[in-house]
């Protein structure tokens, strides 16, 4: 594509912002706490003016992101991962980084809860200034909580923060869903084998470009050993990216020990997957997905919303299961009624 016309697409996919919206934008890249938590409420809203709005506000901060680092944060409830996260992201501070905190809950979508709804978690680092903790948006299924993550992470780099931390907790699936949307992922584990084997069962540990053995002031050599235990364990597997091979780091975040040398990993990580190209490749691909997931629920949408559908999904389905129509057949009778619509 010629640059010319490159620049044609892309102004022509730009939605032109009311004044409120620019001022929102403006306020987003100011740094203003009160714009970015505005903002994000808005990409959080399920409203369909709201989502038109969101999408352009997000295109106007779309120039302004991809600066940050980020990393997703795993491991069972009790792990220490909101320890982690605050003595993490302190250290970070001090080193003059800004840091964002996001979470991707899928308890949430059922309870209403959410696994940083209670910031007192996190009490040093929710009250400095550079610091920023949303806890999870509490509607919707899976794929749209971790949507909206995605976007608030969007929102954070616009705003500065050049650390994103991302929280989840473990039914394997959020730990997929949040691994593709960051540059890192990152997996808390207690010193015990059990713990190990929950992982390892539920694939996350293939996943883990560093695995942090955490608590190891309580026990320091039970911790060594499950440091050494889990790293030959993943000397076995494959890690999807070639040129890197996961690490193991043993720390107590509890009495911040170890955390500089957990950053020292993650730095690494970066210049190994900078230097490779796998780094911009992995954020492409990824994109990429992204879009396709909005496509897929899009299109899932629309189909529940069609009229027809509406009103012949029920009887279909039941006769689907009681055998007197072909699943196959079902299908494509009800996709009719969408394509109908389209043309
Ligand atoms: P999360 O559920 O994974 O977020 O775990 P939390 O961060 O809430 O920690 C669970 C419990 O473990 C809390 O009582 C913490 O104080 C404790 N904890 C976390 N990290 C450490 C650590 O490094 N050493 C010790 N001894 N306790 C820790």
Wanted: charged fraction near 25%; glycine fraction near 8%; aromatic fraction near 4%.
């Amino acid at each position: 594509m010629s640059s010319d016309l490159e620049a044609a697409t892309t102004s022509e996919s730009r939605v032109t912002l009311d004044s409120a919206d620019q001022a929102l934008v403006d306020g987003v890249l100011k740094r203003q706490p009160r714009a970015l938590a505005k903002a994000i409420t808005l990409i959080e809203s399920t409203r369909s003016d709201h989502r038109r709005r969101a999408a352009g506000v997000l295109d106007a901060l779309l120039p302004h992101t991809g600066n940050s680092i980020r990393l997703g944060i795993s491991g069972s409830p009790g792990a220490g991962k909101s320890t982690f996260i605050e003595a993490l992201g302190l250290a970070l501070i001090r080193r003059g980084r800004r840091v964002a905190v996001l979470a991707v809950d899928p308890s949430s979508s059922i309870s209403g809860g959410s696994i940083l709804g209670d910031k007192t978690r996190m009490e040093h680092l929710s009250v400095s200034p550079d610091a920023f903790i949303r806890p999870s948006p509490s509607r919707g299924s899976l794929g749209g909580v971790a949507d909206k993550t995605r976007e608030a992470m969007l929102i954070c780099e616009a705003a500065g923060f050049d650390v994103i931390l991302i929280e989840t907790v473990g039914v394997g699936q959020s730990e997929t869903t949040v691994a593709g949307m960051v540059d890192a992922f990152v997996l808390v584990q207690l010193p015990n084998a059990g713990d190990d084997l929950q992982a390892i069962k539920k694939g996350i540990v293939e996943i883990a470009d560093v695995i942090v053995v955490n608590k190891a002031d309580i026990d320091p050599d039970a911790a060594e050993l499950a440091r050494r235990q889990l790293a030959g364990a993943l000397s076995l597997l494959r890690h999807p990216s070639p040129n890197w091979k996961p690490v193991v780091v043993a720390l107590s975040a509890a009495k911040s020990q170890g955390i500089d040398k957990f950053w020292d990993e993650i730095e690494r990580l970066r210049r190994t997957l900078t230097k490779s190209g796998d780094f911009t490749e992995k954020r492409r691909r990824q994109s990429v997905d992204w879009m396709w997931s909005l496509i897929d629920q899009g299109l899932r949408q629309r189909f529940r919303e069609n009229a027809n559908v509406r009103r012949e999904l029920e009887p279909t389905s039941r006769s689907v299961a009681e055998g007197r129509t072909t699943a196959a057949a079902a299908a494509y009778r009800l996709l009719d009624f969408v394509e109908a619509d389209g043309d």
